[in-house]
């Protein structure tokens, strides 16, 4: 799919707001023309950045519904509200999930379903969920402090892997209450996150950042 670079943004055009595909499995912008976008007809067309990013400008104000389409990642629908609060950032960063016909490096651990009916039928987006078991395999420890129900932020240290915008987590300690985590912003410093959502429970310190997947079936029933 071939994404137009050509197009430039007049000077003073007002930006609606900006968005960043972030591949699930690497968690880097997605780049190359990897994207389509469908959304309503009489809206000024987006400008697509080298890298990665898409530029909306001179949107007017309410509810728009974006579609995000590819070959290798399943579809996804965005939903913005127009004016953005000006407490929030004009950034918005969309986390796509790779599909069956994902092209993973060499040597990637998969394990590959197919779910079908009673009947032989494939069964068309089913949502698939899963964790890890063992603590011992988590991606991160959280640091400094505990988390108190209605924090929307946390540190982390004991970093075993890249943590990226869009991954879930379920945070566990002990006979604690686990809870679930999508990580909705990375600051400047690679140990501070805040979350989509507030926490429900408190944590203490030194819990386990377990990851979770969330995916779906494909047309075909696969995943």
Same mark, same amino acid.
């Given at each position: ?54 530029? *909306? ?16 990642? *399943? ?32 040597? #990637? ?36 402090? #505990? ?36 990580? #909705? ?39």
């Amino acid at each position: 799919m071939k994404m137009d670079y050509s197009k430039k943004l007049s000077l003073g055009s007002p930006v609606s707001f900006v968005l960043y595909p972030i591949d699930e499995y690497t968690g880097e912008t997605v780049t190359e023309g990897s994207v389509m976008l469908y959304f309503p007809y009489f809206c000024e067309s987006p400008i697509y950045k080298p890298d990665g990013s898409i530029v *909306f400008c001179n949107f007017d104000d309410g509810e728009y519904k974006i579609n995000i389409l590819s070959e290798k990642y *399943f579809t996804e629908e965005l939903s913005v509200q127009l004016p953005i609060s000006k407490y929030m950032n004009l950034i918005i960063r969309k986390s796509l999930k790779p599909s069956p016909a994902y092209p993973f490096q060499a040597g #990637a651990t998969l394990v590959r379903l197919s779910v079908i009916d009673r009947n032989g039928y494939p069964i068309i987006g089913i949502p698939i969920r899963c964790e890890i078991s063992n603590c011992d395999f988590s991606r991160a420890k959280t640091a400094r402090s #505990a988390i108190k129900k209605g924090d929307k932020d946390f540190y982390v240290s004991s970093i075993t892997g890249k943590i990226s915008v869009g991954d879930c987590y379920l945070l566990k300690m002990g006979d604690e209450i686990a809870e679930e985590c999508d990580i #909705a912003e990375q600051t400047g410093d690679n140990r501070y996150f805040l979350v989509s959502e507030p926490f429900q429970n408190e944590h203490s310190r030194g819990s386990s950042l377990i990851p979770v997947i969330k995916t779906r079936t494909d047309q075909r029933g696969m995943l």
